[in-house]
Nanobody
Framework: QVQVLESGGGLRQAGESLLLSCSTSGLAFKLYHMGWFRQVPGREREKVSCISWDDGKETDYGDFVKGRFTISKDNAKEALYLQMNSLTPEDTAMYYC??????????????????WGQGTQVTVSS
């Protein structure tokens, strides 16, 4: 059974950092492009960051990241991470781990078969 579980969300003040983790099981982890998306109620889900399959040498970030976030993964642990620094109140959202994305020269997008976690809430106060 496939499981995708995010953790690490919480409440931070502006300027602080947070590390999100996504643990997985039941899937061939290293064979998928994967990443993080976020959503605020009433707004569309947006891409935060993606990383390519296998060695993860290709990454993609949303324009709003501006060098503040770093995506990484550990194939041995079958885990995906998002280090978020210099948080702002605008980063407040539910953050979702997404497994099986499309990545090309235009960046990454979810597809019909994308596997989603249940999300972890990040709240940043000013």
């Amino acid at each position: 059974q496939v499981q995708v579980l995010e953790s690490g969300g919480g409440l931070r003040q502006a300027g602080e950092s947070l590390l999100l983790s996504c643990s997985t099981s039941g899937l061939a982890f290293k064979l998928y492009h994967m990443g993080w998306f976020r959503q605020v109620p009433g707004r569309e889900r947006e891409k935060v960051s993606c990383i390519s399959w296998d060695d993860g040498k290709e990454t993609d970030y949303g324009d709003f990241v501006k060098g503040r976030f770093t995506i990484s993964k550990d194939n041995a642990k079958e885990a995906l991470y998002l280090q978020m620094n210099s948080l702002t109140p605008e980063d407040t959202a539910m953050y979702y781990c997404a497994i099986n994305l499309r990545m090309d020269g235009a960046g990454c997008t979810d597809v019909e078969s994308t596997i989603w976690g249940q999300g972890t809430q990040v709240t940043v106060s000013s």
